[in-house]
């Protein structure tokens, strides 16, 4: 059987229907559930393109195979079907977009109708560099679930690792037809300017990541956008505190009214290269956000995206993708020690993981047990071990190879030669691929992801559904 999770959006509690095993998913049979009381506190975490594998993987890399992340620890579990409106495996926006409106859109897509295109007839990306070409009449904005709590007078927060412009983020705040559109979707963040999307009402609370460039003035060095618009200055003239660096970041009182941090030009460091001088973790990103929110006493939403696991695994770099993994799960657990001290058990909040989509990595082999990634041993990150004599496995050249490998990657090796556990460990390797593809261009997969929750309302007995099921508020 599946269930149907959805997050009751007035209310921040999560409800479940049952679904019946037909081929068809959308109909539903009613199941009786205890009555729950209304919630207060809604955190949604996603992992961008957190398979099971990279689960697993990040598991081993941190803790051995005998080891818990936090994630491991959430009570409630299930898993849930990615594909889109038009594709079989879907990119982050549609993705992200369907958990935040319970509308499943076509790829590139940001919290649109489904009929929505992101392309012409021609197959043109309705785009000009970062500057939205989207045809008047070209479908209808569907609301998220940001804008629907908002409206119910919750204070709300947008957390990241990427551009805060980038689809993940921008699906919980923006509305726009072809996701390369950031200047536009820039102008859909910042109040009071052209552009600004009115269902924010006076604004996000608090938004913490990088792309400073879709909102600096075309005069400017790191700047992207087209025209002269300075969307920090409007920022600040709307009333927010702008932080641009750690420092200022630190210096951010729980009182402060609003803020925009932005500390990167473009995405926010890898966590493994990350200056913490210069730069905030996610982690103290997430902190500092539910401070801010839960200061107002309104009850809140935030959204936090540990975005750059998918940036890494694009790469078929292991260690970075493992790594930020590793970071997005120590940011849960921020927010579930801090929200445990204002509000203990739980009983008014809701905390979700779960993630928009897989990768082609893989696991190989029989590997004999690593334990956790240190100094001295590679762990996960090295070669494939014999159980018995814990030397390297041989492919039938006799070469060696590694655990971790991908479907498809820049990696792809006409002939392996001798491989050594120092090098596939280190922070620049990209691990091997089966089918070739250009620098950056390894795919995202389609198979389930997780979803956990923990705190208020029912149980997740069993796998989720497809995304929108996961949020039809």
Known sequence: MKLRILIAAATGAMVLAGCSGSSNPLVEVPVERPEVKPGKNVIFFLGD??????????????????GDLTIDTLPESGF?????????????APSM????????????????????????????????????TCPAGNGTPADTLLEIMKA??????????????????AATYSHICHRDGENNIAAQLTPKGAGFNSKLSDGVDVIFGGGRRHFLPKAD??????????????????????????????????????????FHKDHMTYDLDRDAAKEPSLAQMTGKSIDLLNSKKTGFFLMVEGGRIDHALHATNARRALQETVAFDEAIKVALDKMQLVDPGLKNTLVVVTADHD???????????????????????GLVKNVATGQPERDINNNPYTVIGFG????????????SDMQVADKDYMQESVIPT?????????????????????????ACSTTPKCSAW
Do not use: C, W
């Open 80 to 92: 849930v079907t990615t594909y889109s409106n038009d594709a079989q495996v879907t990119d982050s």
């Open 359 to 381: 990768h082609s990595i893989l696991l190989n082999g029989y590997a004999k047990r690593t334990g956790k990634t240190t100094s001295s041993e590679p762990g996960v990150l």
């Open 152 to 169: 119910k007078g919750y204070s709300t927060g947008v957390v990241t690792t990427t551009r805060i412009t980038h689809a993940t983020p």
């Open 49 to 66: 393109g957190m398979g099971i594998t990279t689960m697993t993987a990040a598991r081993i890399y941190k803790v051995g195979e005998e």
């Open 221 to 262: 060095a790191d700047s992207k956008r087209s025209d002269s618009r300075d969307l920090v200055a409007e920022f600040k003239a709307a009333g927010y505190t702008y932080a641009s660096n750690f420092a200022e970041f630190d210096k951010i009182g729980a009182a402060t009214p609003k803020v925009v941090g932005l």
């Open 438 to 462: 250009e620098a950056g261009g390894e795919t995202h997969g389609g198979t389930n992801v997780f979803i956990g929750a923990q705190g208020l309302g029912p149980r997740i007995s069993a």
């Open 408 to 419: 498809n990657g820049p990696n792809h090796l006409a002939t392996r030669g001798a491989l």
């Open 97 to 132: 977009a369907a958990y935040m409106t319970g509308v499943k859109a076509n790829n590139e897509v940001i919290a649109m109708s489904a009929n929505t295109s992101a392309r012409d007839a021609g197959g043109k990306s309705y785009v000009n560099g970062a500057d939205s």
